[in-house]
């Protein structure tokens, strides 16, 4: 499921933004695949107010942000990459240089946790965080993250 999420328009390759809210709100707006959501606006400040429940910055400079809303009709995830570095009060302290955003709505709760899964495995395979990092172009990033997804969630069988 993961590899067909990640297409044209997921992949913001380089964020400005060193600052938490501020690169979750460049995501958003630049990222094409969240050009379609009925309210923009309404979904960065859904993702904005549950940032600041909780910190989603999970450490090793990954962070998994979200926002949940009715509208959303299918689940759509993009990723950001700063090799500055984002302040992102992260469990490690550490800044995030991987910065996921997923749009889902409150019913979505299998594909999303199944996505997140994916992920999660994928960003704790040794090197693949460095991986992403050396890539500058959208293309070999999308590949790179269907790439490990086989390998990492399909063990190189047909899943």
Request: overall charge negative; proline content about 3%; some cysteine.
């Amino acid at each position: 499921m993961l590899y067909k999420l990640f297409t044209p328009g997921t992949v913001v390759i380089e964020l400005k933004s060193t600052e938490k809210y501020e690169a979750i709100r460049e995501l958003i707006r630049e990222a094409k695949v969240f050009q379609g959501l009925p309210d923009l606006d309404a979904f960065e400040q859904a993702v904005i107010e549950r940032e600041k429940l909780q910190s989603t910055g999970l450490g090793h400079g990954v962070a998994f942000a979200h926002g949940r809303l009715p509208d959303v009709t299918s689940l759509k995830v993009a990723l950001g990459i700063s090799r500055k570095g984002i302040d992102f009060d992260s469990v490690d302290g550490k800044p995030v240089h991987l910065l996921f955003v997923f749009a889902t709505n409150p019913t979505m709760h299998i594909d999303y946790l199944s996505c997140l899964s994916s992920l999660a495995k994928m960003v704790k395979r040794e090197g693949f965080r460095e991986e992403i990092l050396a890539c500058y172009e959208e293309t070999e990033v999308t590949s790179k993250l269907c790439d490990t997804y086989w390998e990492v969630t399909c063990m190189g069988k047909a899943c």
